[in-house]
């Protein structure tokens, strides 16, 4: 079955850090990129990191978690990881993974097929 399920969500004072979980199967590396977005309350949804099917995987970030979120992959347990450090309240939102077939470019520019359930981040003051 195609499923990309997040973990990792929760609590956290703001310069705290958190790792998001997406396990993925149903999707290899070798042909999907797999992005992380969020969703905070009364805003759209945005994109804020993929990685892409490249051996080294190269990713992409959105300019206001750069030097703050690395994404990383394991292909050994299907899993691509969100390591989020300095946490801001602004951070504050519904964390989704999605799935795309990636081809080319900045996998942030593509329409996203597939999609997790979500994980609640929160960062207090």
């Known amino acids: 079955e195609d499923q990309l399920v997040e973990s990792g969500g929760g609590l956290v004072q703001a310069g705290g850090s958190l790792r998001l979980s997406c396990a993925v199967s149903g999707f290899s590396f070798d042909s999907y990129a797999i992005g992380w977005f969020r969703q905070a309350p009364g805003k759209e949804r945005e994109g804020i990191s993929c990685i892409t099917t490249t051996r080294d995987g190269t990713a992409y970030y959105e300019d206001s978690v750069k030097g703050r979120f690395t994404i990383s992959r394991d292909i050994a347990k299907n899993t691509v990881y969100l390591e989020m450090n300095s946490l801001k309240p602004e951070d504050t939102a519904v964390y989704y993974c999605?799935?795309?077939?990636?081809?080319?470019?900045?996998?942030?520019?593509?329409?996203?097929?597939?999609w997790g359930q979500g994980t609640q981040v929160t960062v207090s003051t």
């Open positions: 999605a799935a795309v077939r990636w081809l080319f470019a900045d996998c942030l520019e593509y329409q996203f097929d597939y």
